[in-house]
Structure formats: C-alpha cells, structure tokens
C-alpha cells in the first residue's frame, strides 16, 4: 500500500511539471490541457475562437479509425519547448492565411454546418516522409465531425488548400451536390496542374491561388476560360454566406 501511494504521490508530481492551468477551456467550454512548456497554448485558443474550428496538435488530439494521424505516427517526438514552438511558428502561417478571408466568413461557415463540425489536427513534424502533407476527411459516419489534418512544415497557401476543401464542399451541399458540381465541371481552365487531378483539389487550389496568387489568376482568367469557374466558386459562396461580398472581394474585377 506504501509503495502503490509513494507512485502515486510521484505521478501527481510529475504531472504538476508538465502541467500548468489545467481548468483553461476554449471556446465552447472544453476544459485543454496546457502544458507548462506550451508556448502555442494562448495563440491557439485565440485563432479557434475567431475562426469558431477547434484546433488541436499532439499530445491532444483525438485518433478516428478513418483519421489520417495516429499518436503511434509520432513516438518519436519530445513534447519539449522546441515541439510547441515548432507549433506556433505553423498556427502563425495558418493564421495568416485565415486573415485574408473576409472577416467572420470562417465562424459564419462553420455555425451554417447545419449539426456538424469541424476539427482541425495540426502537427509540424513530417508524415510518411512527407515534407508537408494535408488532408480533408469528411465524416460519413453519423457523427458529423469533419476534420483537416495539416502534417509538416507548409506556407500559407497550403493551410488555405487544404481549408479550401471545407469551404467548398460546405457549399456545394448548401446550394445542392449536384447541382453545384455540375456547374463547376461546366467551366474550363485550372489554376495549377495539381488542380487537374480531381473536382476536390480544384475545388481547393482554385480557392487557395486566389488568396495567394490573386494577381496571377485575375491575368489568366483575362487570356482564357478560368473566370467562369472564378465566377462559379463566388457565386456558390455568396448565395450562402453574408460575409462574402463579390464586390469586396481581391479578384472582384473578374466578376464584372
């Protein structure tokens, strides 16, 4: 009994090291666990309550059989100050794609999920020898609870793809699938050659190159057919959500 009480005592101990303001909740009352070293604790809470997607990274998240990434993935990694840096750095540059989208149009999104949500699973180490690797899960499973995985080190414009698969299957389901796809596979032209691939990643690189590279895709849609399918993803956006405004838009010349 003596020895079963002094692990204990030891445990708790430990426990206390790791762990500082263990009640901290974020924006829809779930109590996170805040480790003594994590320096990406407050940004985190920060970018989830403006964006209204909660946001988790190792050792937080919680593992699907359909998820992309499982703790087992990453044994390898040390829960130290250089790990939740190396997660602030990347909540930074998803931060500073998430600004150039109009103000409040993410909360919008995500509370017109009519019963679902989404989650973000974020961990800035590679996966599978991957130098960054993202991925969008739609959750068929009756729970209704998406999720975006953002495995390695990206750059703004990779947080916006891979978002760039919510936000656009949000709304085609909104102003109905088919419909919204048979509009879509109407217009020609690509923004990339990735975006060849499938309806989902043009559906994301279109969504992502006109935040990131909106000069270059407002030129092509003046040389060719691309502004038929810019005009098709503002107008599957606007019908649904107020936040987005076509004439305040960065590529709102291509819709005149």
Same mark, same amino acid.
């Given at each position: 009994?003596?020895?079963?009480?002094?692990?204990?005592?030891? %445990?708790?101990?430990?426990?206390?090291?790791?762990?500082?303001? =263990?009640?901290?909740?974020?924006?829809?009352?779930?109590?996170? %666990?805040?480790?003594?070293?994590?320096?990406?604790?407050?940004?985190?809470?920060?970018? /989830? #309550?403006?964006?209204?997607?909660?946001?988790?990274?190792?050792?937080?998240?919680?593992?699907?059989?359909?998820?992309?990434?499982?703790?087992?993935?990453?044994?390898?990694?040390?829960?130290?100050?250089?790990?939740?840096?190396?997660?602030?750095?990347?909540?930074?540059?998803?931060?500073?794609?998430?600004?150039?989208?109009?103000?409040?149009?993410? @909360?919008?999104?995500?509370?017109?999920? #009519?019963?679902?949500? $989404?989650?973000?699973?974020?961990?800035?180490?590679?996966?599978?020898? &991957?130098?960054? &690797?993202?991925?969008?899960?739609?959750?068929?499973?009756?729970?209704?609870?998406?999720?975006?995985?953002?495995?390695?080190?990206?750059?703004?414009?990779?947080?916006?793809?891979? !978002?760039?698969?919510?936000? !656009?299957?949000?709304?085609? +389901? @909104?102003?109905?699938?088919?419909?919204?796809?048979?509009?879509?596979? =109407?217009?020609?032209?690509?923004?990339?050659?990735?975006?060849?691939?499938?309806?989902?990643?043009?559906?994301?690189?279109?969504?992502?190159?006109?935040?990131?590279? $909106? /000069?270059?895709?407002?030129?092509?849609?003046?040389?060719?057919?691309?502004?038929?399918?810019?005009?098709? +993803?503002?107008?599957? *956006?606007?019908?649904?959500?107020?936040?987005? #405004?076509?004439? =305040?838009?960065?590529?709102?010349?291509? *819709?005149?």
């Amino acid at each position: 009994m003596k020895k079963r009480y002094l692990a204990a005592a030891a %445990l708790g101990g430990l426990l206390l090291l790791l762990f500082s303001g =263990r009640g901290d909740a974020d924006f829809t009352g779930r109590s996170r %666990l805040h480790y003594r070293q994590d320096v990406a604790f407050a940004a985190c809470r920060r970018l /989830e #309550e403006e964006i209204g997607i909660q946001i988790f990274y190792l050792p937080e998240w919680t593992e699907e059989d359909s998820g992309l990434l499982h703790h087992s993935d990453f044994d390898h990694l040390t829960l130290d100050r250089a790990y939740f840096q190396a997660v602030l750095g990347e909540l930074e540059k998803m931060e500073a794609a998430y600004r150039l989208y109009p103000e409040g149009f993410l @909360r919008e999104l995500s509370e017109k999920k #009519e019963g679902r949500t $989404t989650e973000i699973v974020l961990c800035p180490y590679t996966y599978r020898g &991957y130098a960054q &690797y993202g991925r969008y899960v739609h959750d068929y499973s009756g729970r209704g609870v998406d999720h975006i995985y953002y495995t390695g080190i990206g750059d703004s414009q990779y947080y916006s793809h891979e !978002m760039g698969h919510m936000v !656009m299957t949000a709304a085609a +389901l @909104r102003h109905g699938w088919q419909d919204a796809c048979d509009a879509w596979d =109407r217009c020609g032209g690509y923004v990339s050659d990735y975006a060849r691939t499938s309806r989902p990643e043009d559906w994301a690189e279109t969504w992502a190159y006109l935040w990131h590279q $909106t /000069e270059a895709v407002t030129a092509a849609c003046e040389a060719g057919p691309l502004g038929d399918k810019v005009r098709c +993803l503002t107008e599957l *956006l606007a019908e649904s959500y107020a936040a987005i #405004e076509p004439s =305040r838009l960065p590529w709102a010349a291509v *819709l005149r």
